[in-house]
């Protein structure tokens, strides 16, 4: 029960923090309403090219642009973490009685809600230009974003909390970044790729979340890439908050 409450009391706190700053949100939401506004039309001359998915082309980009949503959101969190082990929060922490795991899962859940809460605004923008939606789908699609969050929330508080340099976290997590997002399908599927970029892209566990997201938003919930989907990204999620809550554990022992 303890872990609960403080967990709830951290989470109010970020949580509360991040809805208040207007320019957070801006910045967050631009760019994937500029992929969305501008990004999404071009992919309509190319939607009858063998290889492309069926569904429309935003049912093929949407779901792979809240994947990269999730993908930068979450991972952005080790900045402010750094930003608060330099200012001393950390130190200070340790002579709380809060629960050290729930020190991390309240900044993680924080991550999991905003991201949910950017996620349906770009949905909901995405309808009047042709998105479909139906809603047993588009819920397991939100729960899917959820692991997602906390999956890359995780790796970032960690990798944070190992590197303590912004310089040194911002290159690692841009360089790792990318060639994940590329690999993942999440601009243009990956069956219009080579085969060989095809076989390197089957290593990629963003790429069976973008697979399920698009079957989830084309409501096949029996699709075997939503079971893929759910087993790669939430088996790392359970891996990786393990792991960031020793690395948290140890940082405010």
Known sequence: MTLIVDTWTVFRRYFAKSVSSIPYMGVSLAQPVLYLVLFAPLLKSVSSVPGFPGGGAYNVFVPGLLVQLGLF???????SLIAEVKAGVIERMRVTP????ALLLGRTLRDVAMLIVQAGLIVGA???LGLSLRLPGVLLAFVLMALIALLMASVSYAAALLLRDENTFGAIVFSATLPVLLLSGVLLPMTLAPQWLQNVSAFNP????????RALFAN?????NVVKGFVAIGG????TV??????FGRAVA
């Not at 963003?206 to 997201?213: I, R, S, T």
């Open 126 to 128: 995405a309808v009047p």
């Open 206 to 213: 963003l790429l069976y979340a973008v697979e399920a997201q």
């Open 220 to 224: 096949n919930i029996g699709d075997v």
């Open 242 to 247: 393990v792991a960031a809550s020793r690395s």
């Open 98 to 101: 809060s629960s050290r795991v």
């Open 73 to 79: 959101s979450a991972t952005s969190g080790g900045w």
């Open 236 to 239: 790392l999620a359970i891996v």
